[in-house]
Each structure stands twice: as structure tokens, then as C-alpha cells.
């Protein structure tokens, strides 16, 4: 989901920036949620039902509204172009399947069902959204007539209102450099066989710890997850704790050299 946009205006720019950045936030933590979903179905059967439900949530409280959004506030714009009306109302048909899929996975009669439901619901998205970011946005930012940071004036569901994390870039040198487990975690040998997992070296760098953050949310009290990574996560970890204090109980499964495995527990 990544492409080169040339905007009219400096301004533009840093709007194509603010929701590209939204769109991956999106994305990963829709990742993780379904990842967690489809791993709990084999691994932890009796957590799935909580991690469909949490996942219904997410679309309701996050996809939905940003689908709305875009709705009112950017393809009303593309749509009045001739080269873009065709786009926007596949577009429009994609938001009403979308809609469908949250709808089917609500009402899955089994897990399974649900897995599935989720897994489709995941590859839309990420498809809907790689348009908006290569075809709708650049459209738009590069029309003189239209102001795209004026379009996206106040609207919360679009740019986001999480607060900025580091960037991956940096979050990775530093943790490829960093030792340690970095304070707030018991280092123990728990049993994690039947745990869901997330192995985030298969995820994009750029949705990497928006997937995790995803995946942790769908945790539920009492529950654990195990997250399999490249290297020694302690940038993550730091921002589990801010994002969440004293939630969490982390523990090394593995230190490396190649793989590093971490229980987190939710307390």
C-alpha cells in the first residue's frame, strides 16, 4: 500500500501522509485481530468466540465510521471528475460488501465460519485501501481544484486520533541493536502450546506494530498470546506500557539469535 503521490500543495501532502498512515493503522490492526482469529480456532478454541466478538467491535467502532467518512468527505470530490467516477462507485460497491462481510462475521455459526468470514473481510479491505492509497488519493492531492486538506477538515475517522508512534525504521535498528528484556516482563518458561500466535516477521515493516497492537487488543482478560519476532522487540515493548500500563505480563519464551518468542499474558 505504498506509492510515490505528487499534491497540488504542501498542505495536500501532509494530508495524503496523515491518512496513509490511518489506512496502515487500519490494516494492521485488522491484521492482527484476524490473525489471532484463525490461530485461535486450531490452537485455543475456546478463545475465538471473545476474539470474533472483540473483531466485530473493531469494524463497527473503526472500519464502518472510516467507510462513512470517506464517504462524505473524499469521494464526493473524485466522483464530480470524469477520469474517477467509474473508480469511486466500484469504490462504493466495495464499502457495501465490506458492510456485508462485518454483517456475516457477527452472525458466523462456528468459529470456522467466522475465521473464514474474517480472512475475506481482511484481503477487501487491504485491497480497498491500496486503491485509495495509489488511485483515489494521488487523484485528488493533484488537482488544482480541490483541496484535499480542506476535504479532510475535522474528520476524526479518516486522519486518525491515536497518538504518533516511533517510526518502524527506528523501532527496528533499535531493536536489532538492543539486549535485554528492557524491565516489566517475567522471564519464565510458560507453556504457550495451545496459545494463539502472531509471527510478525511475515508482516510488512510498515503495519508490523500496528498488527501486534491489534492482535494484543483481541486478547481478553486472563488470556495470553505469543508474538515470534525477528529480533529483541524493545521498542514494542515500551509501547505496549505506554499504551497500556501494567496490562500485560511478557515473557521470553526464546532469546534468538535468529527468533525471539514473548507470552504476553493480559492480567
Known amino acids: 500500500m505504498s506509492t510515490v503521490t505528487f499534491a497540488s500543495d504542501p498542505q495536500d501532502a501532509q494530508a495524503v501522509e496523515a491518512v496513509e498512515a490511518h489506512h496502515a493503522r487500519l490494516a494492521g490492526e ?8 484463525i490461530d485461535a480456532v486450531d490452537r485455543d478454541p475456546a478463545s475465538a468466540e471473545d476474539i470474533r466478538a472483540g473483531l466485530v467491535t473493531f469494524c463497527e467502532r473503526e472500519l464502518v465510521p472510516h467507510a462513512l467518512a470517506e464517504e462524505s468527505a473524499l469521494y464526493p470530490a473524485a466522483h464530480g471528475t470524469v ?22 462475521l457477527r452472525t458466523a455459526p462456528s468459529p470456522a465460519r467466522a475465521a473464514s468470514d474474517a480472512r475475506a473481510l481482511q ?9 485509495e492509497n495509489e488511485l ?11 483541496s484535499l486538506a480542506e476535504l479532510l477538515g475535522g474528520m476524526h ?19 536489532e541493536k538492543s539486549g535485554g528484556c528492557g524491565g516489566g516482563c517475567g522471564c519464565g518458561g ?3 502450546a495451545d496459545v494463539p500466535e502472531l509471527d510478525a516477521r511475515a508482516v510488512p515493516h510498515a503495519l508490523r506494530h500496528a498488527t501486534v ?14 508474538l515470534v519476532a525477528p529480533h529483541d522487540p524493545l521498542p514494542l515493548l515500551r509501547q505496549v506500557e505506554a499504551r497500556d500500563p501494567g496490562v500485560f505480563r511478557v515473557e521470553y519464551v526464546e532469546r534468538g539469535p535468529e527468533t525471539w518468542r514473548l507470552l504476553f499474558t493480559r492480567r
Open 30 to 37: 485488522l491484521g492482527g485481530r484476524v490473525t489471532l482469529l
Open 83 to 104: 477520469e474517477a467516477r467509474l473508480l469511486i462507485d466500484g469504490m462504493l460497491a466495495e464499502h457495501r460488501r465490506i458492510a456485508e462481510l462485518v454483517d456475516a
Open 123 to 131: 484481503v477487501l479491505f487491504e485491497e480497498h485501501l491500496s486503491k
Open 136 to 146: 483515489v488519493l494521488p487523484l485528488i492531492a493533484a488537482s488544482p481544484d480541490i
Open 157 to 175: 475517522e479518516l486522519l486518525g486520533g491515536h497518538a504518533h508512534l516511533e517510526s518502524e525504521a527506528e523501532s527496528e535498528a533499535e531493536g
Open 190 to 192: 510458560s507453556d504457550e
Open 213 to 226: 497492537f491489534g492482535a494484543l487488543d483481541a486478547v481478553a482478560p486472563g488470556r495470553a498470546m505469543v
